[in-house]
């Protein structure tokens, strides 16, 4: 498929990248890892457990959604897009028709996830942080919701078919 930009987006914990790598793979388009191009002053706040504020994010969203907009051919990326206003800037950079697969799960589900995640920066203690600052997307978004909990290869397949039949 191509020109399209995909988003997925949620809290930490919910599965992002392994969405993103799938659906990447599924579609035949480029995954770019949200994640990597934090500056590293945002990487060692976050690691230290203190909350991005939007002053930290807004240079990290310019980047990921100019990573975004630059294959000709489209590009899916990892990015918690927690907040409308984020989204909005990662449309106004990226396009308008971006689709945002929102993934999101209960407070729980998230919490064990990133206690047994290996290697990971973001500190579990972060989370709730971030399920306060969570806008979910709203119905004029281009938004597809997903539940985490659902198994990744069925909820790939659902919503690689709702993204192919647009």
């Known amino acids: 498929m191509t020109g399209l930009r995909i988003v997925v987006m949620g809290v930490s914990g919910c599965g992002k990248s392994s969405m993103g790598e799938a659906l990447a793979h599924r579609l035949g388009l480029p995954f770019i890892e949200g ?52 989204r909005d800037m990662l449309r106004r950079e990226a396009g308008d028709d971006v689709i945002f697969v929102h993934l ?46 659902e198994p990744l290869h069925p909820a790939l397949e659902r919503v690689a078919a709702l993204i192919t039949a647009r």
Request: proline fraction near 10%; hydrophobic fraction near 40%; charged fraction near 20%.
């Open 35 to 86: 994640d990597a191009l934090h500056p590293p002053e945002n990487v060692a706040k976050m690691a230290g457990g203190t909350p991005l504020t939007d002053e930290d994010r807004w240079p990290w969203l310019v980047r990921v959604g100019q990573a975004l907009a630059a294959p000709q051919g489209g590009a899916i990326a990892s990015c918690s897009s927690l907040k409308r206003v984020y």
């Open 104 to 149: 999101h799960g209960s407070r729980e589900l998230l919490l064990s996830r990133m206690q047994h995640r290996p290697g990971h920066f973001m500190p579990a203690s972060l989370l709730d942080s971030q399920l306060a600052t969570l806008e979910a997307p709203g119905p004029d978004e281009n938004a597809i919701p997903v539940d985490c909990a």
